[in-house]
Protein backbone atom coordinates (compact mmCIF):
# COMPACT_ATOMS: atom_id res chain seq x y z
CA UNK A 1 0.00 0.00 0.00
CA UNK A 2 1.20 3.43 -0.51
CA UNK A 3 0.53 6.40 1.84
CA UNK A 4 0.67 9.87 1.03
CA UNK A 5 3.61 12.15 2.20
CA UNK A 6 3.96 15.45 2.82
CA UNK A 7 7.41 15.01 1.87
CA UNK A 8 6.19 14.32 -2.11
CA UNK A 9 5.48 18.12 -2.41
CA UNK A 10 8.75 19.33 -1.92
CA UNK A 11 9.93 17.37 -5.05
CA UNK A 12 6.73 18.95 -6.50
CA UNK A 13 7.36 21.95 -6.15
CA UNK A 14 10.40 22.93 -8.43
CA UNK A 15 8.10 21.74 -11.60
CA UNK A 16 5.44 23.35 -9.93
CA UNK A 17 6.55 26.58 -9.51
CA UNK A 18 8.11 26.48 -12.82
CA UNK A 19 4.90 25.61 -14.34
CA UNK A 20 3.38 28.31 -12.71
CA UNK A 21 6.17 31.15 -13.05
CA UNK A 22 6.52 30.26 -17.28
CA UNK A 23 2.56 28.93 -18.04
CA UNK A 24 0.17 29.64 -15.48
CA UNK A 25 1.18 33.04 -14.91
CA UNK A 26 1.91 34.73 -18.19
CA UNK A 27 -1.29 33.01 -19.69
CA UNK A 28 -3.87 35.17 -17.40
CA UNK A 29 -1.64 38.20 -17.82
CA UNK A 30 -2.24 37.88 -21.53
CA UNK A 31 -5.24 37.92 -20.93
CA UNK A 32 -5.02 41.50 -19.13
CA UNK A 33 -2.63 42.57 -21.96
CA UNK A 34 -5.02 41.62 -24.37
CA UNK A 35 -7.77 44.23 -23.00
CA UNK A 36 -4.92 47.16 -22.78
CA UNK A 37 -4.38 50.01 -25.18
CA UNK A 38 -0.52 49.11 -25.56
CA UNK A 39 0.32 53.03 -24.97
CA UNK A 40 2.68 54.28 -21.74
CA UNK A 41 -0.63 54.30 -19.61
CA UNK A 42 -1.90 51.36 -20.93
CA UNK A 43 -5.23 51.88 -20.02
CA UNK A 44 -8.14 49.05 -20.14
CA UNK A 45 -9.83 49.07 -23.26
CA UNK A 46 -12.01 45.81 -22.48
CA UNK A 47 -12.78 43.76 -25.75
CA UNK A 48 -11.62 46.60 -28.25
CA UNK A 49 -8.26 44.22 -29.35
CA UNK A 50 -10.48 41.60 -29.86
CA UNK A 51 -13.16 43.71 -32.62
CA UNK A 52 -10.40 45.22 -34.05
CA UNK A 53 -8.53 41.95 -34.58
CA UNK A 54 -11.86 40.08 -35.55
CA UNK A 55 -12.17 42.81 -38.08
CA UNK A 56 -8.77 41.93 -39.72
CA UNK A 57 -8.93 40.62 -43.36
CA UNK A 58 -5.36 39.03 -42.82
CA UNK A 59 -6.28 37.77 -39.21
CA UNK A 60 -9.22 35.90 -41.13
CA UNK A 61 -7.07 34.37 -43.88
CA UNK A 62 -4.91 33.25 -41.43
CA UNK A 63 -7.75 31.29 -39.18
CA UNK A 64 -9.12 30.06 -42.30
CA UNK A 65 -6.25 28.20 -43.70
CA UNK A 66 -5.01 27.01 -40.13
CA UNK A 67 -8.75 25.36 -39.38
CA UNK A 68 -8.31 24.42 -43.35
CA UNK A 69 -4.85 22.44 -43.26
CA UNK A 70 -5.77 21.15 -40.35
CA UNK A 71 -8.56 19.30 -41.83
CA UNK A 72 -6.70 18.22 -44.58
CA UNK A 73 -3.60 16.76 -42.27
CA UNK A 74 -5.74 15.06 -39.48
CA UNK A 75 -8.19 13.09 -41.25
CA UNK A 76 -5.03 11.77 -43.32
CA UNK A 77 -2.89 11.32 -40.15
CA UNK A 78 -5.64 8.87 -38.73
CA UNK A 79 -6.44 6.86 -41.44
CA UNK A 80 -3.09 6.30 -43.05
CA UNK A 81 -1.75 5.45 -39.79
CA UNK A 82 -4.35 2.61 -38.92
CA UNK A 83 -4.07 1.34 -42.60
CA UNK A 84 -0.37 1.13 -42.09
CA UNK A 85 -0.92 -0.13 -38.27
CA UNK A 86 -3.21 -3.07 -39.22
CA UNK A 87 -0.91 -4.21 -42.27
CA UNK A 88 2.09 -4.73 -40.04
CA UNK A 89 0.03 -6.48 -37.46
CA UNK A 90 -0.03 -9.12 -40.26
CA UNK A 91 3.83 -8.76 -40.50
CA UNK A 92 4.03 -10.15 -36.61
CA UNK A 93 7.50 -9.69 -35.67
CA UNK A 94 9.01 -9.03 -39.01
CA UNK A 95 7.19 -5.29 -38.89
CA UNK A 96 10.04 -3.85 -36.40
CA UNK A 97 12.07 -3.03 -39.36
CA UNK A 98 9.14 -1.24 -40.61
CA UNK A 99 7.73 0.06 -37.78
CA UNK A 100 11.41 2.22 -37.29
CA UNK A 101 11.90 2.92 -40.63
CA UNK A 102 8.11 5.19 -40.42
CA UNK A 103 9.05 6.41 -36.86
CA UNK A 104 12.55 7.91 -38.35
CA UNK A 105 11.29 11.07 -39.92
CA UNK A 106 9.79 11.57 -36.62
CA UNK A 107 13.33 11.61 -34.94
CA UNK A 108 15.13 13.59 -37.41
CA UNK A 109 15.30 17.34 -37.10
CA UNK A 110 13.30 19.53 -39.15
CA UNK A 111 15.77 21.45 -40.82
CA UNK A 112 16.74 18.61 -42.21
CA UNK A 113 13.61 17.27 -43.60
CA UNK A 114 12.63 20.44 -44.66
CA UNK A 115 16.12 21.01 -46.99
CA UNK A 116 15.13 17.16 -48.37
CA UNK A 117 11.43 18.76 -49.29
CA UNK A 118 13.44 22.06 -50.89
CA UNK A 119 15.01 19.93 -53.25
CA UNK A 120 12.54 17.45 -54.10
CA UNK A 121 9.79 19.85 -54.90
CA UNK A 122 12.09 22.88 -56.54
CA UNK A 123 11.44 23.62 -60.13
CA UNK A 124 14.14 21.55 -61.04
CA UNK A 125 13.54 18.82 -58.44
CA UNK A 126 13.21 15.51 -58.66
CA UNK A 127 8.94 15.52 -58.41
CA UNK A 128 9.24 18.15 -61.31
CA UNK A 129 11.24 15.84 -63.19
CA UNK A 130 8.87 12.68 -62.62
CA UNK A 131 5.62 14.90 -63.65
CA UNK A 132 7.54 16.02 -67.26
CA UNK A 133 8.43 12.11 -67.70
CA UNK A 134 4.74 11.48 -67.74
CA UNK A 135 3.86 14.48 -69.87
CA UNK A 136 3.15 17.38 -68.11
CA UNK A 137 4.55 20.61 -67.32
CA UNK A 138 6.79 22.03 -64.27
CA UNK A 139 4.37 23.59 -61.23
CA UNK A 140 6.20 26.05 -59.17
CA UNK A 141 5.22 23.60 -55.85
CA UNK A 142 7.36 26.52 -53.33
CA UNK A 143 6.25 29.50 -54.93
CA UNK A 144 2.33 29.60 -55.63
CA UNK A 145 -0.69 28.01 -54.25
CA UNK A 146 0.27 24.68 -55.14
CA UNK A 147 2.95 25.04 -51.87
CA UNK A 148 -0.42 22.91 -50.23
CA UNK A 149 0.78 20.15 -51.89
CA UNK A 150 4.46 19.59 -50.00
CA UNK A 151 3.70 20.94 -46.61
CA UNK A 152 0.60 18.26 -46.20
CA UNK A 153 2.90 16.23 -47.28
CA UNK A 154 5.47 16.61 -45.49
CA UNK A 155 3.39 16.87 -42.46
CA UNK A 156 1.65 13.52 -42.86
CA UNK A 157 5.13 11.51 -43.82
CA UNK A 158 6.75 13.00 -40.75
CA UNK A 159 4.04 12.63 -38.25
CA UNK A 160 2.74 9.11 -39.73
CA UNK A 161 5.12 6.95 -37.35
CA UNK A 162 4.27 8.01 -34.41
CA UNK A 163 0.44 7.54 -34.83
CA UNK A 164 1.52 4.12 -36.32
CA UNK A 165 3.24 3.10 -33.35
CA UNK A 166 0.26 4.02 -31.03
CA UNK A 167 -2.14 2.27 -32.79
CA UNK A 168 -0.01 -0.76 -33.53
CA UNK A 169 0.78 -1.21 -29.20
CA UNK A 170 -3.30 -0.83 -29.75
CA UNK A 171 -4.11 -3.46 -31.87
CA UNK A 172 -1.57 -6.38 -29.65
CA UNK A 173 -4.15 -5.94 -27.48
CA UNK A 174 -7.31 -7.24 -29.36
CA UNK A 175 -7.63 -10.77 -28.60
CA UNK A 176 -6.46 -12.67 -31.86
CA UNK A 177 -9.85 -15.55 -31.26
CA UNK A 178 -11.94 -12.70 -32.10
CA UNK A 179 -10.72 -12.34 -35.51
CA UNK A 180 -10.87 -16.30 -35.41
CA UNK A 181 -14.06 -16.70 -34.72
CA UNK A 182 -15.44 -13.71 -37.25
CA UNK A 183 -13.43 -15.66 -40.05
CA UNK A 184 -15.33 -19.01 -39.43
CA UNK A 185 -18.83 -16.40 -39.46
CA UNK A 186 -17.44 -15.31 -43.07
CA UNK A 187 -16.61 -12.02 -42.55
CA UNK A 188 -14.13 -10.26 -44.87
CA UNK A 189 -11.26 -8.04 -43.79
CA UNK A 190 -13.18 -5.01 -43.92
CA UNK A 191 -15.78 -6.24 -41.53
CA UNK A 192 -13.47 -7.78 -39.06
CA UNK A 193 -11.71 -4.11 -38.83
CA UNK A 194 -14.52 -2.24 -38.72
CA UNK A 195 -16.55 -4.09 -36.19
CA UNK A 196 -14.16 -5.40 -34.12
CA UNK A 197 -10.98 -3.51 -34.37
CA UNK A 198 -12.45 0.06 -34.41
CA UNK A 199 -14.85 -0.30 -31.73
CA UNK A 200 -12.16 -1.96 -29.60
CA UNK A 201 -9.55 0.74 -29.81
CA UNK A 202 -11.81 3.50 -29.70
CA UNK A 203 -9.88 5.54 -27.28
CA UNK A 204 -7.02 4.91 -28.56
CA UNK A 205 -8.08 6.26 -31.69
CA UNK A 206 -9.41 9.07 -30.38
CA UNK A 207 -6.07 10.21 -28.85
CA UNK A 208 -4.53 9.69 -32.26
CA UNK A 209 -6.85 11.71 -34.08
CA UNK A 210 -6.42 14.70 -31.17
CA UNK A 211 -2.69 14.57 -31.06
CA UNK A 212 -2.71 14.52 -35.21
CA UNK A 213 -4.93 17.59 -35.22
CA UNK A 214 -2.63 18.96 -32.50
CA UNK A 215 0.34 18.11 -34.62
CA UNK A 216 -1.40 20.23 -37.58
CA UNK A 217 -1.77 23.53 -36.29
CA UNK A 218 2.23 23.40 -35.56
CA UNK A 219 2.70 23.35 -39.36
CA UNK A 220 3.44 27.14 -39.22
CA UNK A 221 7.20 26.07 -38.98
CA UNK A 222 7.55 24.35 -42.23
CA UNK A 223 5.27 26.85 -44.14
CA UNK A 224 7.87 29.55 -42.40
CA UNK A 225 11.10 27.69 -44.09
CA UNK A 226 9.96 27.84 -47.35
CA UNK A 227 7.83 30.17 -47.90
CA UNK A 228 8.91 32.85 -45.51
CA UNK A 229 7.29 35.10 -43.41
CA UNK A 230 4.71 36.31 -46.21
CA UNK A 231 3.74 32.78 -48.11
CA UNK A 232 1.02 32.50 -50.89
CA UNK A 233 -2.29 33.43 -49.58
CA UNK A 234 -2.75 29.86 -49.56
CA UNK A 235 -0.41 28.56 -46.78
CA UNK A 236 -0.58 31.56 -44.72
CA UNK A 237 -1.81 30.41 -41.27
CA UNK A 238 -2.82 32.07 -38.29
CA UNK A 239 0.73 31.89 -37.04
CA UNK A 240 2.31 33.92 -39.63
CA UNK A 241 -0.14 36.83 -38.41
CA UNK A 242 0.92 36.44 -34.98
CA UNK A 243 4.55 36.64 -36.14
CA UNK A 244 4.37 39.62 -38.36
CA UNK A 245 2.31 41.35 -35.55
CA UNK A 246 4.97 40.64 -33.23
CA UNK A 247 7.65 41.84 -35.13
CA UNK A 248 5.89 45.13 -35.47
CA UNK A 249 5.96 45.60 -31.75
CA UNK A 250 1.81 44.86 -31.78
CA UNK A 251 1.50 42.50 -29.03
CA UNK A 252 -1.81 43.68 -28.34
CA UNK A 253 -2.64 42.25 -31.35
CA UNK A 254 -0.57 39.16 -30.85
CA UNK A 255 -2.15 38.09 -27.79
CA UNK A 256 -5.50 38.99 -28.75
CA UNK A 257 -5.28 36.55 -31.84
CA UNK A 258 -3.72 34.10 -29.55
CA UNK A 259 -6.51 33.81 -27.46
CA UNK A 260 -9.19 33.96 -29.92
CA UNK A 261 -7.36 30.93 -31.80
CA UNK A 262 -7.19 29.39 -28.33
CA UNK A 263 -11.34 29.48 -27.34
CA UNK A 264 -11.55 28.46 -31.12
CA UNK A 265 -9.27 25.37 -30.05
CA UNK A 266 -11.19 24.77 -26.79
CA UNK A 267 -14.63 24.54 -28.49
CA UNK A 268 -13.40 22.07 -30.81
CA UNK A 269 -11.65 19.82 -28.39
CA UNK A 270 -14.78 20.73 -26.00
CA UNK A 271 -16.88 20.09 -28.71
CA UNK A 272 -14.95 16.27 -29.30
CA UNK A 273 -14.83 15.21 -26.10
CA UNK A 274 -19.02 15.88 -24.96
CA UNK A 275 -19.01 13.55 -28.51
CA UNK A 276 -17.21 10.95 -27.67
CA UNK A 277 -18.65 10.64 -23.95
CA UNK A 278 -21.97 10.62 -25.90
CA UNK A 279 -21.24 7.85 -27.99
CA UNK A 280 -19.64 6.04 -24.52
CA UNK A 281 -22.64 5.92 -22.71
CA UNK A 282 -24.96 5.42 -25.58
CA UNK A 283 -22.51 1.90 -26.07
Not at 186 to 200: D, F, H, K, N, S
Not at 206 to 228: P, Q, T
Amino acid sequence: MFTRKKSLWLFLLPGLAGLMLFYVVPFFGGIYFSMTDGTIHNQFIWFANYQRVWANEVFLLGLKNSLELSLLCAPSIFVLSFLLAVMLRSLAEKSLPFRNVLLMPYLVPSAALLVVWTLLFDFGGVVNRLVVAMGGQRVLWLESGMLRVPIVLLYIWKNVGFSVVIFSAALQAVPVEYYEFARLEGAGVIRQETRITLPLILPTAFVVFVLAWVNAFKIFKEVYFIGGAYPHDTVYTLQHFMNNQFAKLDYQLVTTAAYSFAVIVFVLFGAMYLGKGVRSSAN
